[in-house]
């Protein structure tokens, strides 16, 4: 089971990015994806997530009307659509999925052995 994000990069303040995280070896019938970011000296803390049963979403107060996770079950793919973004959002972005848990009790599971599989990450740069 892997995850590869991928679309990180540099950017400045008020502009956008679009993360994609692509699952290989499993799909999204069974397993939701989540979001998660950790900024410089900072814990990992979880951004947006899918909740199981009825695909609702979750997001941190602090990307509310600015982020939005899209799930694309044709390509087996979860993105992170990131708008007006601020210098506040640096950080390296990770997916994870998990068959069990969802929306926001899996966005606290933040430590790599609570949730069942992790990508390696990507990094997002916000900066004038």
């Known amino acids: 089971l892997q995850l590869v994000e991928s679309g990180g990069g540099s950017v400045q303040p008020g502009g956008s990015l679009r993360l994609s995280c692509a699952l290989s070896?499993?799909?999204?019938?069974?397993?939701?994806v989540g979001w998660f970011r950790q900024a410089p000296g900072k814990e990992r803390e979880g951004v947006s997530c899918f909740n199981h049963n009825d695909g609702s979403k979750y997001y941190v107060d602090s990307v509310k009307g600015r982020f939005t996770i899209i799930r694309d079950s044709a390509k087996n793919m979860v993105h992170l659509q990131m708008d007006s973004l601020k210098p506040e959002d640096t950080a390296v972005y990770y997916c994870?999925?998990?068959?069990?848990?969802?929306?926001?009790?899996?966005?606290?599971?933040?430590?790599?052995?609570?949730?069942?599989?992790w990508g390696q990450g990507t990094l997002v740069t916000v900066s004038s």
């Open positions: 070896g499993f799909t999204l019938d069974y397993y939701v």
């Open positions: 994870a999925a998990d068959s069990l848990v969802g929306g926001q009790a899996m966005c606290h599971r933040t430590a790599n052995g609570e949730l069942e599989v």
